[in-house]
Protein backbone atom coordinates (compact mmCIF):
# COMPACT_ATOMS: atom_id res chain seq x y z
CA UNK A 1 0.00 0.00 0.00
CA UNK A 2 1.43 3.61 -0.89
CA UNK A 3 2.24 5.55 1.94
CA UNK A 4 -0.06 8.24 0.96
CA UNK A 5 -3.51 5.59 1.20
CA UNK A 6 -2.04 4.11 4.41
CA UNK A 7 -1.93 7.64 6.04
CA UNK A 8 -5.65 8.60 4.43
CA UNK A 9 -7.25 5.26 6.16
CA UNK A 10 -5.50 5.57 9.28
CA UNK A 11 -6.44 9.30 9.82
CA UNK A 12 -10.31 8.17 8.85
CA UNK A 13 -10.11 5.39 10.84
CA UNK A 14 -8.89 7.73 13.98
CA UNK A 15 -11.56 10.84 13.35
CA UNK A 16 -14.58 7.63 12.31
CA UNK A 17 -14.00 5.18 15.04
CA UNK A 18 -13.81 2.92 12.39
CA UNK A 19 -11.11 0.42 13.45
CA UNK A 20 -11.61 -1.61 10.39
CA UNK A 21 -10.56 1.01 7.66
CA UNK A 22 -6.70 0.76 9.09
CA UNK A 23 -4.15 -0.38 6.61
CA UNK A 24 -2.88 -3.80 7.55
CA UNK A 25 -1.12 -3.81 10.92
CA UNK A 26 1.58 -5.95 11.82
CA UNK A 27 0.94 -8.72 15.09
CA UNK A 28 2.17 -7.51 18.53
CA UNK A 29 1.16 -7.96 21.91
CA UNK A 30 -1.24 -4.79 21.90
CA UNK A 31 -4.55 -5.67 20.31
CA UNK A 32 -5.38 -3.69 17.66
CA UNK A 33 -8.07 -1.57 19.20
CA UNK A 34 -6.28 -1.07 22.33
CA UNK A 35 -3.13 0.32 20.37
CA UNK A 36 -5.48 2.73 17.47
CA UNK A 37 -7.64 4.01 20.58
CA UNK A 38 -4.69 5.98 22.31
CA UNK A 39 -4.25 7.83 19.27
CA UNK A 40 -7.55 7.93 18.85
CA UNK A 41 -7.09 9.65 22.78
CA UNK A 42 -4.52 11.58 22.13
CA UNK A 43 -6.54 13.41 18.98
CA UNK A 44 -9.59 13.99 20.43
CA UNK A 45 -8.19 15.17 23.71
CA UNK A 46 -6.40 17.54 22.19
CA UNK A 47 -8.74 18.43 19.54
CA UNK A 48 -11.58 19.15 22.53
CA UNK A 49 -8.67 20.79 24.72
CA UNK A 50 -8.10 23.17 22.05
CA UNK A 51 -11.57 24.14 22.03
CA UNK A 52 -12.00 24.81 25.60
CA UNK A 53 -8.91 26.51 24.98
CA UNK A 54 -10.26 29.06 22.75
CA UNK A 55 -14.06 28.97 24.00
CA UNK A 56 -13.06 29.38 27.82
CA UNK A 57 -16.69 30.91 28.60
CA UNK A 58 -18.90 28.65 26.63
CA UNK A 59 -16.75 26.04 28.71
CA UNK A 60 -17.79 27.59 31.98
CA UNK A 61 -21.57 28.17 30.85
CA UNK A 62 -22.16 24.64 29.83
CA UNK A 63 -20.14 22.60 32.43
CA UNK A 64 -17.16 20.57 31.07
CA UNK A 65 -19.19 17.10 30.37
CA UNK A 66 -21.66 18.89 28.25
CA UNK A 67 -18.53 20.91 26.71
CA UNK A 68 -16.83 17.90 25.57
CA UNK A 69 -19.54 16.15 24.14
CA UNK A 70 -20.26 19.09 22.09
CA UNK A 71 -16.83 19.27 21.27
CA UNK A 72 -16.26 15.98 19.92
CA UNK A 73 -19.78 16.26 17.91
CA UNK A 74 -18.27 19.13 16.05
CA UNK A 75 -15.04 17.44 15.13
CA UNK A 76 -17.13 14.63 13.71
CA UNK A 77 -18.24 17.20 11.30
CA UNK A 78 -15.18 19.67 11.08
CA UNK A 79 -12.38 17.97 11.95
CA UNK A 80 -8.92 20.19 11.41
CA UNK A 81 -7.83 21.28 8.04
CA UNK A 82 -4.86 23.92 9.66
CA UNK A 83 -1.58 22.69 10.89
CA UNK A 84 -2.32 25.28 13.54
CA UNK A 85 -4.15 23.80 16.56
CA UNK A 86 -4.83 27.60 18.10
CA UNK A 87 -6.71 27.99 14.51
CA UNK A 88 -9.38 25.37 15.22
CA UNK A 89 -12.71 26.37 15.96
CA UNK A 90 -13.56 29.10 13.38
CA UNK A 91 -16.74 27.14 12.36
CA UNK A 92 -17.98 26.25 16.35
CA UNK A 93 -19.89 28.91 17.02
CA UNK A 94 -22.38 28.10 13.94
CA UNK A 95 -22.32 24.77 15.14
CA UNK A 96 -23.13 25.49 18.30
CA UNK A 97 -26.48 27.43 17.12
CA UNK A 98 -27.26 24.83 14.92
CA UNK A 99 -26.61 22.03 17.84
CA UNK A 100 -29.70 20.54 19.02
CA UNK A 101 -29.08 19.98 22.34
CA UNK A 102 -28.09 23.66 23.11
CA UNK A 103 -31.43 25.00 21.49
CA UNK A 104 -32.21 25.67 24.82
CA UNK A 105 -29.43 28.39 25.12
CA UNK A 106 -30.10 30.35 22.13
CA UNK A 107 -27.52 33.13 23.79
CA UNK A 108 -24.58 30.48 23.48
CA UNK A 109 -23.66 31.00 19.55
CA UNK A 110 -22.75 34.28 20.76
CA UNK A 111 -20.87 33.61 23.81
CA UNK A 112 -18.80 31.32 21.76
CA UNK A 113 -18.54 34.16 18.66
CA UNK A 114 -16.61 36.91 21.53
CA UNK A 115 -14.69 34.32 22.86
CA UNK A 116 -13.48 33.62 19.47
CA UNK A 117 -12.67 37.03 18.70
CA UNK A 118 -11.02 37.72 22.24
CA UNK A 119 -8.80 34.83 20.75
CA UNK A 120 -8.48 35.75 17.90
CA UNK A 121 -7.21 39.40 19.12
CA UNK A 122 -4.60 37.53 21.80
CA UNK A 123 -2.80 35.88 18.70
CA UNK A 124 -2.42 39.40 17.14
CA UNK A 125 0.93 41.52 17.68
CA UNK A 126 0.12 43.76 20.86
CA UNK A 127 2.59 46.57 20.26
CA UNK A 128 4.00 47.44 16.94
CA UNK A 129 2.95 48.82 14.09
CA UNK A 130 -0.80 50.56 13.98
CA UNK A 131 -3.60 50.68 11.48
CA UNK A 132 -3.45 54.07 10.42
CA UNK A 133 -7.03 55.26 8.94
CA UNK A 134 -7.29 58.99 7.26
CA UNK A 135 -10.62 60.28 7.87
CA UNK A 136 -10.29 63.34 6.00
CA UNK A 137 -7.53 65.97 5.65
CA UNK A 138 -7.73 67.15 9.32
CA UNK A 139 -8.48 63.99 10.98
CA UNK A 140 -6.27 60.41 11.19
CA UNK A 141 -6.57 57.62 13.70
CA UNK A 142 -4.55 54.92 14.85
CA UNK A 143 -5.67 51.99 15.88
CA UNK A 144 -4.56 49.09 16.71
CA UNK A 145 -3.97 45.77 14.22
CA UNK A 146 -5.79 43.84 16.79
CA UNK A 147 -9.23 45.75 17.12
CA UNK A 148 -12.30 44.34 15.85
CA UNK A 149 -15.96 45.13 16.03
CA UNK A 150 -18.50 42.42 16.39
CA UNK A 151 -22.32 42.42 15.79
CA UNK A 152 -23.98 40.05 18.60
CA UNK A 153 -27.56 38.73 18.75
CA UNK A 154 -27.33 38.52 22.44
CA UNK A 155 -25.92 40.02 25.86
CA UNK A 156 -22.63 38.08 25.21
CA UNK A 157 -20.13 40.45 26.52
CA UNK A 158 -22.17 40.92 29.78
CA UNK A 159 -22.59 37.40 30.42
CA UNK A 160 -18.61 36.88 29.73
CA UNK A 161 -18.28 39.68 32.32
CA UNK A 162 -20.52 38.53 34.60
CA UNK A 163 -18.59 34.83 34.80
CA UNK A 164 -15.02 37.01 34.97
CA UNK A 165 -16.15 38.88 38.02
CA UNK A 166 -17.84 35.77 39.03
CA UNK A 167 -20.73 38.57 40.03
CA UNK A 168 -23.93 36.08 40.65
CA UNK A 169 -26.01 39.40 40.48
CA UNK A 170 -24.73 40.87 37.83
CA UNK A 171 -25.51 37.67 35.64
CA UNK A 172 -28.87 37.39 37.32
CA UNK A 173 -29.91 40.86 35.87
CA UNK A 174 -28.66 40.47 32.54
CA UNK A 175 -31.56 40.84 29.91
CA UNK A 176 -31.22 37.24 27.51
CA UNK A 177 -33.37 38.01 25.01
CA UNK A 178 -32.24 38.67 21.66
CA UNK A 179 -30.88 42.28 20.90
CA UNK A 180 -28.26 43.82 18.38
CA UNK A 181 -25.16 44.19 20.32
CA UNK A 182 -21.93 45.90 18.87
CA UNK A 183 -18.57 45.28 20.46
CA UNK A 184 -15.06 46.10 20.41
CA UNK A 185 -12.43 43.73 21.16
CA UNK A 186 -8.38 44.24 20.81
CA UNK A 187 -5.07 43.09 22.57
CA UNK A 188 -4.07 44.89 25.92
CA UNK A 189 -0.88 43.32 27.10
CA UNK A 190 -1.54 39.80 27.58
CA UNK A 191 -5.17 40.18 27.95
CA UNK A 192 -7.94 41.30 25.57
CA UNK A 193 -10.48 44.09 26.28
CA UNK A 194 -14.06 43.59 25.55
CA UNK A 195 -15.92 47.22 25.51
CA UNK A 196 -19.83 47.47 24.16
CA UNK A 197 -20.83 50.06 21.50
CA UNK A 198 -23.63 51.87 20.77
CA UNK A 199 -25.21 51.67 17.76
CA UNK A 200 -23.47 55.05 15.83
CA UNK A 201 -20.36 54.39 17.64
CA UNK A 202 -20.41 50.51 16.50
CA UNK A 203 -21.49 50.90 12.97
CA UNK A 204 -18.97 54.05 12.35
CA UNK A 205 -15.81 52.20 13.57
CA UNK A 206 -17.28 48.57 12.10
CA UNK A 207 -17.47 50.84 8.47
CA UNK A 208 -13.64 52.13 9.07
CA UNK A 209 -12.36 48.84 10.23
CA UNK A 210 -13.59 47.56 7.18
CA UNK A 211 -12.02 50.55 4.98
CA UNK A 212 -14.78 52.46 4.51
CA UNK A 213 -14.14 56.65 4.19
CA UNK A 214 -15.41 58.65 6.64
CA UNK A 215 -18.53 60.09 4.87
CA UNK A 216 -19.47 56.03 4.26
CA UNK A 217 -18.88 55.60 8.01
CA UNK A 218 -20.91 58.95 9.15
CA UNK A 219 -23.62 57.70 6.98
CA UNK A 220 -23.85 54.43 9.28
CA UNK A 221 -23.58 55.82 11.94
CA UNK A 222 -26.50 58.64 10.74
CA UNK A 223 -28.88 55.54 10.20
CA UNK A 224 -29.43 54.54 13.67
CA UNK A 225 -29.06 58.28 15.74
CA UNK A 226 -29.62 61.97 15.20
CA UNK A 227 -26.52 63.33 13.38
CA UNK A 228 -25.53 65.43 16.67
CA UNK A 229 -26.29 62.18 19.00
CA UNK A 230 -24.26 60.17 16.77
CA UNK A 231 -21.39 62.90 16.43
CA UNK A 232 -21.24 63.13 20.59
CA UNK A 233 -20.97 59.27 20.60
CA UNK A 234 -18.29 58.67 18.19
CA UNK A 235 -16.47 61.31 19.90
CA UNK A 236 -16.60 59.58 23.49
CA UNK A 237 -16.25 55.81 22.32
CA UNK A 238 -14.37 55.94 19.29
CA UNK A 239 -12.01 58.92 19.59
CA UNK A 240 -11.75 58.99 22.96
CA UNK A 241 -11.46 55.35 23.69
CA UNK A 242 -8.71 53.70 25.18
CA UNK A 243 -7.59 51.91 21.75
CA UNK A 244 -7.59 55.06 19.50
CA UNK A 245 -5.04 57.40 19.43
CA UNK A 246 -5.55 60.08 17.02
CA UNK A 247 -2.74 61.37 14.94
CA UNK A 248 -4.20 64.96 14.10
CA UNK A 249 -6.11 67.02 16.18
CA UNK A 250 -8.13 69.66 14.06
CA UNK A 251 -10.88 67.82 14.77
CA UNK A 252 -14.18 68.50 12.90
CA UNK A 253 -16.38 66.73 11.53
CA UNK A 254 -19.32 68.24 9.30
CA UNK A 255 -22.39 67.21 9.54
CA UNK A 256 -23.81 66.13 6.12
CA UNK B 1 13.03 24.32 20.20
CA UNK B 2 11.18 21.13 19.80
CA UNK B 3 8.44 20.94 16.83
CA UNK B 4 5.48 18.34 16.91
CA UNK B 5 3.50 19.13 14.09
CA UNK B 6 5.46 19.73 10.98
CA UNK B 7 5.01 16.38 10.15
CA UNK B 8 8.20 15.42 8.77
CA UNK B 9 6.57 11.84 7.44
CA UNK B 10 3.56 13.04 5.57
CA UNK B 11 3.04 11.32 1.84
CA UNK B 12 1.05 15.09 1.01
CA UNK B 13 4.20 17.10 2.31
CA UNK B 14 4.57 19.49 4.47
CA UNK B 15 2.74 22.55 5.13
CA UNK B 16 4.52 25.54 3.95
CA UNK B 17 2.52 28.04 5.84
CA UNK B 18 3.20 26.16 8.89
CA UNK B 19 6.96 25.81 7.94
CA UNK B 20 7.08 29.75 7.53
CA UNK B 21 6.09 30.11 11.07
CA UNK B 22 8.05 28.10 12.49
CA UNK B 23 11.14 29.35 9.78
CA UNK B 24 10.28 32.84 12.00
CA UNK B 25 10.10 31.54 15.12
CA UNK B 26 13.51 30.24 14.38
CA UNK B 27 14.85 33.67 13.22
CA UNK B 28 13.86 35.26 16.55
CA UNK B 29 14.97 32.97 19.05
CA UNK B 30 17.79 31.66 17.79
CA UNK B 31 17.04 28.20 19.31
CA UNK B 32 20.59 25.72 20.11
CA UNK B 33 18.44 22.83 18.51
CA UNK B 34 15.86 22.10 16.52
CA UNK B 35 13.92 19.12 16.37
CA UNK B 36 10.75 17.39 15.81
CA UNK B 37 9.58 13.32 15.63
CA UNK B 38 9.56 10.64 13.03
CA UNK B 39 6.05 10.62 12.60
CA UNK B 40 3.17 12.16 11.04
CA UNK B 41 0.10 14.15 11.25
CA UNK B 42 -1.44 15.77 8.18
CA UNK B 43 -2.71 13.35 5.49
CA UNK B 44 -5.53 14.23 2.75
CA UNK B 45 -5.95 17.92 3.97
CA UNK B 46 -6.98 17.01 7.30
CA UNK B 47 -4.40 17.86 10.36
CA UNK B 48 -4.44 15.36 13.56
CA UNK B 49 -2.25 15.98 16.72
CA UNK B 50 -0.68 13.70 17.45
CA UNK B 51 2.69 11.82 16.54
CA UNK B 52 1.36 9.15 14.22
CA UNK B 53 3.49 6.37 13.31
CA UNK B 54 5.28 5.34 10.31
CA UNK B 55 5.47 2.52 8.37
CA UNK B 56 9.38 1.53 8.12
CA UNK B 57 9.43 1.23 4.43
CA UNK B 58 11.76 2.37 1.53
CA UNK B 59 9.42 4.90 0.18
CA UNK B 60 8.50 6.50 3.66
CA UNK B 61 12.27 6.77 4.13
CA UNK B 62 12.18 8.79 0.51
CA UNK B 63 9.34 10.97 2.07
CA UNK B 64 10.95 11.76 5.13
CA UNK B 65 14.15 12.61 3.83
CA UNK B 66 12.67 15.06 1.31
CA UNK B 67 10.35 16.51 4.00
CA UNK B 68 13.76 16.85 6.79
CA UNK B 69 15.45 18.44 3.86
CA UNK B 70 12.97 21.04 2.84
CA UNK B 71 12.71 22.11 6.39
CA UNK B 72 16.75 22.39 6.76
CA UNK B 73 16.38 24.39 3.81
CA UNK B 74 14.26 27.03 5.02
CA UNK B 75 15.48 26.98 8.07
CA UNK B 76 19.45 26.89 7.20
CA UNK B 77 20.29 24.43 9.99
CA UNK B 78 20.48 20.64 10.89
CA UNK B 79 17.54 19.73 13.08
CA UNK B 80 17.22 16.94 14.87
CA UNK B 81 14.88 13.88 14.29
CA UNK B 82 12.97 12.11 17.69
CA UNK B 83 12.55 8.17 18.12
CA UNK B 84 8.20 8.27 18.57
CA UNK B 85 6.42 6.43 21.18
CA UNK B 86 4.69 3.19 19.40
CA UNK B 87 1.51 1.66 19.95
CA UNK B 88 1.28 -0.45 16.78
CA UNK B 89 3.32 -1.89 13.73
CA UNK B 90 2.47 -1.40 10.24
CA UNK B 91 2.73 -5.08 7.83
CA UNK B 92 4.21 -3.14 5.23
CA UNK B 93 7.39 -1.94 7.34
CA UNK B 94 10.20 -3.56 5.97
CA UNK B 95 13.36 -1.83 7.69
CA UNK B 96 13.74 -1.63 11.72
CA UNK B 97 13.47 2.29 12.84
CA UNK B 98 16.88 1.79 14.09
CA UNK B 99 17.99 1.23 10.25
CA UNK B 100 15.63 3.94 9.01
CA UNK B 101 17.23 6.44 11.55
CA UNK B 102 20.58 5.38 10.62
CA UNK B 103 19.40 5.90 7.07
CA UNK B 104 18.12 9.08 7.38
CA UNK B 105 21.21 10.66 8.89
CA UNK B 106 22.91 9.31 6.04
CA UNK B 107 20.79 10.78 3.38
CA UNK B 108 19.83 13.77 5.26
CA UNK B 109 21.94 15.21 7.31
CA UNK B 110 19.96 15.56 10.17
CA UNK B 111 20.90 14.45 13.69
CA UNK B 112 18.96 12.50 16.43
CA UNK B 113 17.24 13.35 19.15
CA UNK B 114 17.39 10.27 21.03
CA UNK B 115 13.99 9.64 23.35
CA UNK B 116 15.18 6.64 25.86
CA UNK B 117 11.16 6.60 27.45
CA UNK B 118 10.08 6.27 24.09
CA UNK B 119 12.66 3.55 23.51
CA UNK B 120 11.18 1.91 26.50
CA UNK B 121 7.90 2.74 25.92
CA UNK B 122 7.96 1.27 22.02
CA UNK B 123 9.60 -2.22 22.76
CA UNK B 124 7.05 -2.80 25.48
CA UNK B 125 4.41 -2.38 23.09
CA UNK B 126 6.13 -4.31 20.25
CA UNK B 127 7.45 -7.36 22.50
CA UNK B 128 11.21 -6.47 22.37
CA UNK B 129 13.79 -6.10 24.85
CA UNK B 130 14.35 -1.98 25.70
CA UNK B 131 18.12 -2.93 25.58
CA UNK B 132 18.12 -4.38 22.02
CA UNK B 133 15.72 -1.45 21.01
CA UNK B 134 18.44 0.93 22.21
CA UNK B 135 21.31 -1.23 21.00
CA UNK B 136 19.88 -1.38 17.62
CA UNK B 137 19.82 2.41 17.54
CA UNK B 138 22.75 3.05 18.88
CA UNK B 139 24.26 0.45 16.42
CA UNK B 140 22.73 1.99 13.50
CA UNK B 141 22.75 6.04 14.11
CA UNK B 142 26.77 7.59 14.11
CA UNK B 143 27.25 9.20 17.79
CA UNK B 144 28.09 11.93 16.26
CA UNK B 145 24.50 12.33 14.82
CA UNK B 146 22.60 12.03 18.82
CA UNK B 147 22.39 15.65 19.45
CA UNK B 148 19.74 15.52 22.42
CA UNK B 149 18.37 12.75 24.96
CA UNK B 150 14.88 13.06 26.55
CA UNK B 151 13.70 11.38 29.57
CA UNK B 152 10.38 11.06 30.99
CA UNK B 153 7.92 8.40 32.58
CA UNK B 154 5.38 6.44 30.72
CA UNK B 155 1.76 5.48 32.27
CA UNK B 156 1.26 1.17 32.08
CA UNK B 157 -1.99 0.39 31.21
CA UNK B 158 -2.80 -3.03 31.97
CA UNK B 159 -5.37 -4.84 29.67
CA UNK B 160 -8.19 -7.08 29.94
CA UNK B 161 -5.81 -9.94 29.68
CA UNK B 162 -3.11 -8.38 31.47
CA UNK B 163 -0.89 -7.15 29.09
CA UNK B 164 0.60 -3.87 30.00
CA UNK B 165 0.07 -0.65 27.38
CA UNK B 166 2.58 1.96 27.79
CA UNK B 167 1.76 5.29 27.49
CA UNK B 168 3.76 8.41 26.64
CA UNK B 169 2.61 10.54 28.86
CA UNK B 170 5.12 12.62 30.62
CA UNK B 171 2.91 12.22 33.65
CA UNK B 172 5.20 10.75 36.94
CA UNK B 173 8.98 9.85 37.08
CA UNK B 174 11.44 8.41 35.22
CA UNK B 175 11.26 4.85 35.10
CA UNK B 176 14.55 2.64 36.39
CA UNK B 177 14.82 1.11 33.36
CA UNK B 178 15.18 4.55 31.53
CA UNK B 179 17.48 5.69 34.07
CA UNK B 180 19.79 2.65 33.48
CA UNK B 181 19.73 2.98 29.56
CA UNK B 182 20.41 6.48 30.28
CA UNK B 183 23.84 5.19 31.59
CA UNK B 184 24.35 3.38 29.24
CA UNK B 185 24.04 6.06 26.59
CA UNK B 186 25.75 8.02 28.32
CA UNK B 187 28.72 5.83 29.42
CA UNK B 188 29.07 5.06 25.59
CA UNK B 189 28.47 8.71 24.09
CA UNK B 190 29.65 11.20 26.79
CA UNK B 191 27.53 13.98 28.05
CA UNK B 192 24.92 15.56 25.46
CA UNK B 193 22.35 17.97 26.49
CA UNK B 194 19.45 16.39 28.34
CA UNK B 195 15.66 17.02 29.05
CA UNK B 196 13.69 15.57 30.84
CA UNK B 197 9.53 16.00 29.69
CA UNK B 198 7.01 16.12 32.71
CA UNK B 199 4.06 17.92 30.93
CA UNK B 200 1.14 16.74 32.93
CA UNK B 201 0.28 15.96 36.20
CA UNK B 202 3.30 18.50 37.21
CA UNK B 203 4.40 17.63 40.50
CA UNK B 204 6.20 20.16 43.13
CA UNK B 205 9.37 21.44 41.76
CA UNK B 206 11.51 19.92 44.56
CA UNK B 207 10.39 16.75 42.47
CA UNK B 208 11.37 17.89 39.43
CA UNK B 209 14.75 19.34 40.78
CA UNK B 210 15.12 16.04 42.10
CA UNK B 211 14.73 14.41 38.74
CA UNK B 212 17.21 16.66 36.95
CA UNK B 213 19.88 16.34 39.83
CA UNK B 214 19.57 12.73 38.76
CA UNK B 215 20.00 13.38 35.14
CA UNK B 216 22.85 15.73 35.95
CA UNK B 217 24.65 13.55 38.13
CA UNK B 218 24.79 10.90 35.38
CA UNK B 219 25.92 13.54 32.83
CA UNK B 220 29.05 14.71 35.24
CA UNK B 221 30.06 11.01 36.05
CA UNK B 222 30.75 10.79 32.37
CA UNK B 223 31.99 13.98 31.96
CA UNK B 224 34.89 12.59 34.57
CA UNK B 225 35.63 9.63 32.64
CA UNK B 226 35.94 9.85 29.07
CA UNK B 227 36.02 7.04 27.65
CA UNK B 228 32.89 7.22 25.26
CA UNK B 229 33.15 6.97 21.62
CA UNK B 230 33.65 10.60 19.55
CA UNK B 231 32.56 9.25 15.85
Avoid at chain 2, 149 to 163: C, N, S
Avoid at chain 2, 166 to 174: E, K, L, Q, T, Y
Wanted: aromatic fraction near 4%; charged fraction near 20%; include cysteine.
Amino acid sequence: MRLAELQRRMAGAILSGDDDAMPPLAPGPIPAAAAIDVHRGTVMGALVNALRLTFPTVDELVGQAFFDQMAAAFVAVQPPRLARLSAYGALFPDFIEAYPLAATLPYLADVARLDLAVSVALAMPDAGPRRHVTLDAAVSLALPISLNVLSLGHAADLIRAGLEADDDQALAQIDLSPQTRLVAVWRTGRHAAVLALSPPAGLFLAAILKGADADTALAAAFSVAAPPAALQAIHAEVFAAAFAQITQTHLEIETR
Amino acid sequence: MHATGLSLGSADGLDDEHLADIAELCRRIEPGLVSDHLSWSAAGGLHLPDLLPLPYSEEALAVVARNVDQVQTALGRQILIENPSIYLAFADSDLSEAGFLGELVRVSGCGVLLDINNVVVTAGNLGEAPADRLAALLDHVPAAAIGEIHLAGHAIRLLDDGTPLRIDDHGSPVGPETWSLFETVIRRLGPRPTLIEWDTDIPAFDVLHAEAATAQSILDQAAWEPTHATG
